[in-house]
């Protein structure tokens, strides 16, 4: 893609439509949504709102399309449901500007009776109902219903509105249900009332002809500069579409992303792959917030590229965290830039030596420990990227050796760079933990799928002093109605040290658990962890905190 060129053939024609003719050319196959949009990303309370303001009247905005006959790939399904495929050799409609309320509207009101009902969001976020009696609702008069009990029979599905006979069997329901014919009179009247409203809405749509698909992607990327605010991911992989193939950069990311998943390490966030994308790349302004066109214009060339690069360097980073610094989980690791760091050196370094391995994993603890990447500003990060990339060629080192370790975190909280460094030293400490059946806790798995809640806390009382601390934390499963402070207890009384051991925790702590001094417990065993971290922190040649217990603060990306 070049120059931005002057969108002279470009005509725009705006039309008012009703609501049901929109969504009936969706279903024709006619109306379609562009791969370079973005993913739905509406919340439920969202598509609620959205059917409360057409109700009242209120406007939802324009709809931007672009017609024409140039094939474009699309997506399949809207709102859920698949639709046809277009009209071959026909002008087809793309959707520009409003393919999140689009999908909402087209997902519910042309909901399929066989659509699948459950718990599970995926589901119930596209049956939306109008309830019937006035008391049932406040403010939004929509809901969705989440449980797995019947729905209420004065709950007005919203699928039913647009079709004469699915509405008039719900209106024979209203009738078979109601306890009197007044009452049944006065719902069915509410429900015409509703549906009603829907087929009359109209909808202001602003027809766009002509022009390139550059020019239309050019005109897609400028409006949805505001509203709910693109990432800029999103915006350029939207504005180099058609530089990598049929596929976005999007695309290609989420196969990134989801073949280092399927490797058992976890997701990788996406900006973070971005964020390599463009440094190997060659580009070092990796967090720039504005003028992400220039951007796109000047990275597209080496997408391709880049993109191929960053799939198999993230494995080589991912396989030195794992083996080289025993960081099993992508969750875990402190600072997602230092993935992106990683995969500049292994990208820029010719040859990997033993050295500049250890060397690595030495930079890698202390600026855990440290907080270095904490608040990084956009030039911070664009020197760190210099650095690294001078490091991987041999021209130089990694400036971070004067840095000191923070101190033990005085909070659980993984939100925090600090604890999750806790996490990596504790997991590697006490690597066979095991319950109170004596079998083995697999830790990592817990981990994979619950994240925090897997360290269970030993004092539940609310209002304990220190027990927000990782000392009131512990990997274990007990039986039902067994808290872990009993377990602990009755682990004592039968000298099994051995698990006592595998966790961490001391006859002497356990000693306060008995006799109900529950700060004291915490005290002594995180005196007694912070002990044996500072230990592990000193045998790596970094420098421990002065103070032995501190403020974990929140400063993960």
């Not at 809207?78 to 689009?102: F, T």
């Not at 032995?548 to 990306?557: C, F, K, L, P, S």
């Amino acid at each position: 893609m070049g120059d931005i060129e002057v969108v002279k053939d470009i005509s725009v024609v705006p039309e008012v439509h009703f609501l049901e003719q929109v969504l009936e050319r969706i279903a024709q196959g006619e109306l379609r949504v562009p791969k370079f949009q973005r993913p739905f990303l509406w919340r439920p309370e969202q598509m609620l709102q959205l059917f409360d303001s057409m109700e009242r009247g209120y406007p939802m905005g324009s709809l931007l399309i672009w017609e024409t006959t140039m094939p474009l790939e699309s997506l399949d399904t809207i709102g859920g449901r698949r639709i046809p495929p277009a009209p071959e050799g026909a002008k087809v409609a793309y959707v520009l500007d409003g393919h999140q309320r689009l999908s909402t509207l087209f997902g519910v009101l042309h909901r399929s009776a066989e659509a699948p009902r459950s718990v599970r969001q995926e589901d119930w976020m596209w049956w939306v109902y109008r309830p019937l009696v006035r008391s049932e609702h406040d403010g939004v008069r929509y809901r969705h219903w989440k449980s797995g009990e019947p729905v209420p029979s004065h709950f007005l599905p919203m699928r039913s509105v647009l079709g004469t006979l699915d509405f008039l069997e719900y209106a024979r329901t209203l009738s078979d249900v109601s306890h009197s014919r007044e009452e049944a009179d006065r719902l069915t009247k509410e429900s015409e009332r509703i549906a009603k409203r829907v087929k009359n809405y109209k909808v202001s749509v602003v027809r766009m002809e002509g022009g390139t698909l550059q020019q239309a992607i050019e005109v897609f990327s400028r409006i949805n500069s505001s509203g709910q605010k693109m990432r800029p991911d999103q915006m350029v992989s939207a504005l180099t579409y058609g530089t990598i193939g049929s596929e976005t950069l999007s695309d290609k990311m989420e196969e990134i992303k989801g073949r280092i998943a399927a490797s058992g390490f976890g997701e990788i966030p996406i900006m973070t792959i971005f964020q390599t994308v463009l440094a190997l790349s060659g580009e070092e302004d990796v967090q720039r917030d504005t003028s992400w066109e220039t951007m796109a214009r000047k990275v597209q060339g080496q997408l391709m590229t880049a993109v191929e690069d960053t799939d198999l360097i993230l494995q080589q980073v991912v396989e030195f965290l794992r083996q080289e610094v025993q960081v099993p989980l992508a969750r875990l690791v402190p600072y997602n830039i230092q993935i992106m760091l990683l995969a500049v050196f292994f990208h820029f370094s010719d040859k990997v030596e033993a050295e500049q391995r250890v060397k690595l994993r030495h930079w890698f603890w202390t600026t855990s420990l440290a907080g270095t990447f904490a608040g990084s500003t956009t030039t911070q990060v664009r020197n760190f990227i210099k650095e690294v990339k001078a490091f991987a060629r041999g021209e130089g080192g990694l400036s971070y050796s004067a840095e000191r370790a923070r101190s033990f975190p005085e909070r659980f909280d993984l939100r925090s760079a600090r604890v999750r460094a806790y996490l990596l030293w504790d997991l590697q400490t006490f690597p066979d933990r095991k319950n109170l059946d004596g079998g083995t806790a697999n830790v990592l798995e817990q981990l994979a799928t619950a994240h925090s809640e897997t360290y269970r806390h030993v004092i539940t009382q609310s209002g304990v002093p220190e027990a927000s601390s990782p000392a009131n934390r512990i990997v274990m499963t007990t039986p039902p109605g067994v808290s872990i402070r009993q377990a602990l207890i009755r682990l004592a009384e039968d000298g099994r040290t051995d698990i006592l051991d595998s966790h961490g925790v001391s006859l002497a702590s356990i000693e306060h658990l008995k006799a109900d001094e529950f700060t004291e417990f915490i005290l002594v065993r995180q005196q007694e962890l912070a002990a044996r971290e500072k230990q592990f922190i000193e045998s790596l040649g970094i420098k421990s905190a002065d103070k032995e217990v501190g403020e974990a603060d929140i400063d993960t990306e």
